[in-house]
Structures are given as C-alpha cells and as structure tokens.
C-alpha cells in the first residue's frame, strides 16, 4: 500500500510539474537571517513594478568580485568601497533603481554551500542603504557561472547543461535558500531577486552565441529552464514576503534571441504576476560594443533597437510578464555626440514599451576605440556623473 501512494505522489508532481527542491546542506548557525520588521508587499503586478522602477543603474565590478575571498575582495576590481554617501548622490541625481551584482561561489566557507556570513551581512549593508533612499533594488547571483562544460566540483557554481545539472540545482537551491532567509520580511516589493546572470556555456566556442536547433543548445535551454525553476522554487520555500517576491529569470546570454526563442520557457509559479524576464542589450553591437565597431549612431540602428523591443514587448509585457535590461550600454569611442542621441532612442524605446533598463557601469571612462568595455558613467570616488549630459538625457526621457 505504501508503495501504491508514493508512486500516486511522485505522479501527481510530475503531472504538476513540481519538483522537490534539492536537499538543503548549508550550515544553519553560520546562515544570516532576515530579523527586521515585516513590511506589507503591495503590488501584484510586474509591469506595474517596472512603471515605478524607472530608471536604473549598475554597482558594477564591485560585490561581483572574483578577486579572492573575504571582505576585502569588494575592491579587488578597482572600484572604491561602496558608501552610504555614494548611494544617496546616485538617487540625488534622479536614479531610482540599482542592480547590485553579487558573486557568492568565492565566498562560500564549507563544502556545504554556506555563505560567509561576514559577506551576505555586507551585501545586506548595501541593499539597506539604497531602500533607504526609495531605491528599488535587484539582487543576484553574478559570476557564478562555472568555467567549463565538464563535470564540476561541489559549490563551484552552476552551469546550464545536463552533465551540471544536479551540482548546479543543489548550489543554486542552498544559495538562494540563504539568500531568501536574509532577506525576507523586512523588505517589500523595492527588493527584487534575479536568479542567474548571462548564464552560459563557458569554454565553449557557444559561449557567446546560440547554436539553434542544435542537441547541445537545446540540452543548454532545458537546463537552465529547469535552473530558473529550482531558483524560484527555492526563494518561495523561505516563506514570508518571499512567496510574493517579485523574480527575473534571464535565458542564456541573458540574449534578445534567447528569451524571444520557443524553448524558454517562463517556471511556474504559484503567484501570478510576479515574474520578470532578464536580457542585456549593448545594442546594437557594432555601435555598443563591437571595438573599433563603429562611432556613429545612425538610423539603421534605432530601427534595430525598436525591433527589439517591440518583440519583447509583444511576447512579454502585453502577457503580463515584466521586461528587466538587467545592463545596457555604450562604450566609449570618444564619441559622446552619438552616445547621447543613442541614450535617448534606447531608452525612449525601452519606455515605449515598458521595459526598465538598468546602465552597465565598471567605472572605466577613458575612451578606447580599440577596447569594448569603457563604461564608466557615475565617478564614485567623486560623487558626480562622467559626463552630466547623460544623466540629464536619462532623466529628462523618464520625467515624460
């Protein structure tokens, strides 16, 4: 008889396509827990969350650190420590989200997947002081994405394949589980969880690339389908505020064509209306990021732009599912006159079509025709945006 009933649950789970989250191993007395006092979360839709979210910016190469373990690894990219001060002139100067990447797989202190609670009680420090300021903020897991195809070791991170699936279920499942019980009752609809940044088949020349209707890309988005399921699952089993939280799931590369594909598919959830879905767009390349690429924006490029989230917003937004630009930028080519007029038709058409956006910033202004990645925007050592101009495009689309 007993028999007979398990195999009746295993059954029903199957046909409801819920799956037991892996087993929960992460030391309970090392583990940082939300005490602060219960907010009400009050919104129950994603567009309606992306209307107020606004604007945003990114705490780029700084808690997504991989320059070793420990606090002081905060600063190992170049970046100064993040300041409550810093924080307060960012939301002076009208931006109304921030996107704090987090690495977690090199500050974990077991083979256990226990976060250093000297470095979650940190991250805390940092969410706390842009909530103070009427901040909306996205917290996630950055970096995290494993080197290699091949079988990886325990608390290594994840990779979306099959041969990964298991270790990257159970890191993901006791990380998140950490994460959630962190942060949980004290915080409302202004703290927002991503589950995975562009993750990716790294060490593979598909890294940055879709192979479509290949075995291997279809074995990749059926993975990280599966991922981003054990990832919601895991923040709603922590309870509380976190079984409304609203959750980004991203596709792979966290790419355009990726989400737009038919084999991503949303996870189920038990709330309606509290998914969001994650790409990056440094659109359109050969201007964004492409080195030389080109310097000028020209009306080609809008015309990509408006494509782009036009069909986002048809597959998503229009089904009540939000659009998040978790990064989008310009590098630097010593060619601010077409920035600019590129920062208007990006975010125009981001706000079109009820998209947030949030700015890609590693701090590096200095403009390099031959390097990819100079965006650097807010100078935090002094408190005051690169180049104002930007800012107050930013400011004077999203003030329509």
């Known amino acids: 008889m007993k028999k ?27 583990a940082v827990v939300d005490s602060g006092e219960k907010k009400e979360i009050k919104l129950n839709s994603s567009i309606e969350l992306t209307k107020l ?3 945003g910016w990114n705490l780029g190469n700084t808690m997504d650190s991989l320059g070793g373990t420990g606090l002081q690894s905060e600063t190992s990219w170049g970046q100064p420590k993040t300041s409550q001060i810093m924080i307060e002139m960012l939301a002076d100067s009208g931006i109304k989200t921030i996107r704090i990447p987090v690495s977690w797989a090199n500050h974990l202190i077991d083979g256990k997947y226990t976060i250093d609670p000297a470095w979650i009680t940190r991250v805390k420090e940092i969410v706390d002081w842009a909530i103070e300021y009427d901040m909306y903020v996205v917290l996630n897991t950055h970096h995290d994405n494993f080197s290699s195809p091949k079988k990886m070791g325990k608390g290594k991170g994840y990779y979306p394949n099959s041969v990964n699936l298991a270790e990257s279920s159970s890191y993901l499942a006791n990380v998140w589980t950490q994460i959630g019980n962190a942060f949980n009752n004290s915080y409302d609809e202004h703290l927002i969880f991503e589950t995975m940044n562009e993750p990716r088949l790294v060490g593979t020349d598909r890294e940055w690339y879709n192979a479509f209707g290949t075995e291997e890309y279809k ?4 993975s990280l389908n599966k991922l981003n399921q054990i990832a919601l699952d895991a923040i709603r089993a922590t309870g509380g505020n976190n079984e409304k939280r609203f959750v980004i799931v991203p596709g792979l590369r966290a790419a355009v064509d990726s989400v737009l594909a ?25 201007f964004a990021m492409e080195a030389p690429g080109v310097k000028r924006f020209v009306d080609a490029h809008k015309m990509e732009l408006e494509t782009y989230f036009s069909r986002l917003d048809d597959k998503f937004a229009k089904n009540g599912v939000g659009i998040f630009v978790g990064e989008y930028g310009a590098t630097n080519k010593d060619n601010d006159e077409y920035r600019l007029i ?15 956006c949030c700015l890609w ?18 100078d935090r050592k002094m408190g005051m945006w690169f180049n104002e101009d930007f800012i ?5 689309i999203y003030s329509k």
């Not at 998914?275 to 767009?281: C, P």
């Open 392 to 396: 107050n495009k930013i400011n004077e």
């Open 361 to 378: 910033d590693n701090g590096v202004d200095s403009a390099d025709p031959k390097h990819s990645e100079h965006f650097g925007f807010f």
């Open 342 to 356: 590129w920062f208007e038709s990006f975010l125009t058409s981001a706000k079109n079509h009820n998209a947030i």
């Open 4 to 30: 007979i009933l398990s195999l009746f649950v295993v059954s029903l789970l199957l046909i409801n396509n819920i799956f037991a989250l892996p087993k929960l191993v992460y030391n309970t007395k090392k």
């Open 262 to 286: 038919d084999e991503f598919k949303l996870p189920d959830d038990k709330e309606s209306g509290r998914l969001l879905v994650s790409v990056h767009m440094y659109t359109p390349y050969k």
């Open 219 to 222: 074995d990749a988005a059926d």
């Open 53 to 55: 979210m606004k604007t």
